[in-house]
């Protein structure tokens, strides 16, 4: 059996078979059974195992459906003959290579094994590098020939569909590609050797340049090397002439040799006058450290006397804060004495004050009084309407200027909107495919360029850069009507649409509508029996487009055959719901009134306010310009709103001060009324008291006076202790003043003997200074004597 041959196949909870096991023979094998029977099963399990996808099997939307039901999973084991001179890898796999394909509910996996059932390998490179090495491509029909395909085949009666069937399942469509592509990159490998020819020139000019600098470099080269033998002759000049005065320096070294023992006997001499100096040093020092410890003494004692003087001083002062409250009490309470006394004395007098005449002027006072308080509530009632008026004056201008400040805010907002259209307008005026997805178009076809070799056919759109109107006036409408169609791009097939999909995500595009179409489709002839019977055009009466598959793809997705336009609201309204004419989906008006009826219910839907003009109109500068009028009006307007609101907020500061004005006597005003108020009621109340000749009872002043009384003599008591207390406290002060002055100077005296011993101190240091200063000075000088040292 050749390399490349299927063996034997096995199935297992494969869509219909449940275990299956098959014998394939060396030449050609026929599978018969009844309809339903599994047949094309088998076929299906070929194709699943060499890698197609389920989409392309035309018998299940993805893997886990073709898991027979009420199972978990399905498995596919191939048996490929591997014998002969065509064998793949007969040193890895043996003569037969297996080939095991296993699908679960979530995954699928591929496995290849040798003869004996071993794992080989499970990368999908491999699974491809064996089918091409077989030749083995299950989605050429000429391998594997599908019923669908089959009946595609058969009853496709058209000439160039047969061919395009022939060229693809002989690979001449794939070689027709590679060969396109290699053009391509020959084109390209030409283009880049020409260009590295031109930058050579550059580069050989260089080159010379830097040969006659490395001829150059050589001769400085040669220059330094006898400057290096020149250095290294005069290092030994210099050699020379340091050993010739370092046998001079020799010579006089041996004769101050001779002069060391003179030398060194002066040094004896004074090292026993400083080690005297040295001891009597000592002995100084320890009196100073002594004195020291007796200072530190000292200074701990001067402390505790200073904490106990002022421990004194406060219990003193204590003393005589307590004293000193304990005599303003003694003096109150003599005071509230002396007002109980008086105040028994004026209940006594009390009654002999009441007369006729007191009672008569009470009763004018309460007149006068009643007048007072009534003037007062006129004056109050007069300023409050005033006030009530005044602040309805203020409501009005402040809602006046709010209404003004949301009027500037909706215009500036207009404003904003209009300037955004128009830098939007201005961009199409460049470059018209930006009114169909803005900047994301360009950065989508920068990466579609850089991808075009991928790509079967090169997309098309967007659809709305592909269509031009016969008017103008229907730019709203069209725009209306197909929205974001409009923005659309059509591919050939599904690899072409996925490809797309990856190049709109790299230029962060995101949500484009992508529509797989055949391009090979000739312009759809539209019968005039399937088109609205109506003297009002269509859409696809209005618009015009190069391509024919730009016009298909309207009228397949977009219906334009089916969608009228008309020119104004009335007569929209007339033809889509008066007239019920036939084969109508739509209509629309020229300023984006959309109107359609779907049974008895009739629907109008308002357009968007925000679109000027259609992304179809062509007269972009004229629509600029009618934007640019209309913000320059609503600016000017502004101008005179804010001049309005700047004059209602002066007026309003001029009435807010009117009304604090009033405000404050109208609040002077009712404090007046309430003060008269409760000077009538006071004299009211003592008209009343007068009334009643009732004796007064002063037995209760007179038992808390006696109290008080008694208290005085208590408090007495108390500032008697207070007073010896404080004596004592004084006396104890005294003291403490005279044992710290006693201290005090004992210490002076004897800090006078610490600064003797530290001058004494000081002249033995300068004597042990001044003996190690002649010693090494009389060293000094001997040298400096020397013929040697002269030299140096």
């Known amino acids: 059996m050749a390399a490349g041959t299927i063996s034997r196949i096995r199935l297992e909870n494969f869509m219909c078979h449940s275990s299956l096991h098959i014998e394939l023979g060396e030449h050609v094998n026929f599978i018969t059974g009844q309809n339903g029977s599994g047949k094309s099963a088998i076929l299906t399990a070929l194709c699943v195992a060499f890698g197609c996808r389920a989409k392309n099997t035309q018998r299940a939307a993805s893997l886990k459906d073709f898991i027979k039901t009420g199972c978990s999973y399905a498995s596919i084991v191939v048996d490929i003959s591997n014998h002969g001179e065509d064998a793949f890898k007969p040193e890895v796999y043996g003569n037969v290579i297996i080939l095991e394909r296993r699908i679960t509910e979530s995954s699928s996996s591929t496995v290849l094994k040798d003869q004996h059932g071993r794992k080989v390998a499970h990368r999908k490179d491999d699974l491809v590098e064996i089918i091409e090495h077989f030749n083995i491509d299950v989605e050429n029909p000429c391998v594997i020939m599908s019923q669908d395909k089959s009946r595609e085949f058969l009853h496709s009666g058209n000439d160039r569909d047969k061919f395009k069937f022939f060229f693809k399942a002989t690979l001449l469509q794939q070689v027709n590609d590679m060969l396109g592509s290699i053009r391509e990159k020959l084109t390209g490998a030409d283009s880049i050797v020409e260009e590295l020819e031109k930058s050579i020139g550059p580069v050989l000019k260089d080159l010379d340049d830097l040969q006659g600098k490395i001829k150059n470099m050589e001769h400085i080269e040669e220059i330094a090397h006898e400057i290096d033998n020149l250095k290294k002759k005069l290092a030994w000049a210099w050699v020379y002439d340091v050993v010739k005065k370092i046998e001079e320096q020799a010579n006089k070294l041996e004769k101050l040799k001779e002069r060391i023992p003179a030398c060194q006997e002066r040094i004896d001499r004074n090292t026993a006058i400083i080690e005297e100096l040295r001891k009597d040093f000592i002995v100084k020092k320890e009196n100073v450290r002594s004195f020291l410890e007796k200072t530190q003494e000292v200074r701990r004692m001067k402390e505790k006397l200073e904490h106990d003087m002022h421990e004194a001083g406060k219990l003193k002062m204590d003393l005589e804060k307590e004293h000193e409250r304990g005599m303003q009490m003694l003096n109150k309470m003599n005071n509230r004495v002396r007002q109980l006394q008086v105040q028994v004395d004026e209940f006594e007098l ?57 009027k500037i805010a909706e215009d500036a907002r207009k404003i904003n909107h209009l300037k955004s259209q128009i830098r939007d307008f201005q961009q199409r005026q460049h470059d018209k495919v930006t009114a169909f997805g803005g900047d994301r178009v360009l950065s989508l076809f920068r990466s579609i360029e850089r991808h075009q070799s991928r790509f079967k056919c090169p997309p098309v759109g967007p659809i709305g850069a592909h269509v031009e109107l016969s008017s103008d006036s229907w730019s709203v409408a069209v725009d209306c009507a197909f929205g974001r169609l409009l923005d659309a791009f059509i591919v050939s097939c599904h690899k072409d649409s996925l490809l797309l999909r990856e190049c709109a995500k790299e230029a962060n595009y995101r949500n484009l509508q992508i529509i797989i179409y055949d391009f090979a489709k000739p312009l759809h002839d539209i019968p005039n029996h399937l088109v609205p019977s109506t003297p009002h055009p269509t859409i696809l009466s209005v618009i015009r487009s190069e391509s024919p598959t730009i016009l298909n793809v309207l009228v397949d997705q977009g219906h334009a055959e089916r969608q009228v336009l008309v020119q104004d609201y009335e007569m929209g309204k007339s033809v889509a719901f008066d007239q019920r004419i036939r084969n109508l989906k739509e209509v629309y008006t020229s300023d984006g009134y959309k109107m359609f009826c779907r049974g008895s219910v009739q629907t109008i839907l308002p357009p968007n306010r925000k679109w000027r003009a259609g992304r179809l109109c062509t007269s972009v500068g004229e629509t600029i310009t009618e934007m640019k009028n209309e913000a320059t009006g609503i600016e000017q307007i502004n101008l005179e709103r804010e001049g309005q609101k700047s004059e209602l907020v002066v007026q309003r500061g001029k009435i807010e001060l009117q009304l604090r004005s009033l405000k404050r006597k109208r609040e002077d005003e009712e404090r007046r009324l309430e003060r008269k108020k409760l000077q009538l009621d006071d004299t009211k109340k003592l008209s009343a008291d007068n009334n009643h000749d009732t004796a007064v009872d002063t037995s209760e002043l007179v038992a808390e006076m006696m109290q008080v009384k008694e208290d005085i003599g208590n408090k007495e008591l108390v500032l008697q202790k207070i007073n010896l207390k404080l004596t004592d406290a004084l006396q104890e002060e005294n003291n403490k003043r005279a044992s710290y002055k006693d201290f005090i100077e004992s210490a002076y005296a004897e800090m006078g003997s610490i600064s003797d011993v530290e001058h004494e101190l000081q002249l033995v240091e300068e004597k042990i200074h001044d003996a190690q200063q002649n010693d090494d000075g009389d060293f000094v000088q001997s040298l400096l004597l020397s013929p040697f040292a002269a030299d140096q």
């Open 350 to 406: 009390q009654h002999m004050q009441e007369t006729q005449a007191e009672v008569s002027q009470i009763e004018d006072k309460m007149r006068e009084l009643q007048q007072e308080i009534n003037s007062a509530h006129l004056s109050a009632t007069r300023l409050k309407e005033e006030e009530k008026k005044l602040s309805e004056e203020l409501w009005g201008i402040t809602k006046s200027i709010g209404d003004i400040e949301k």
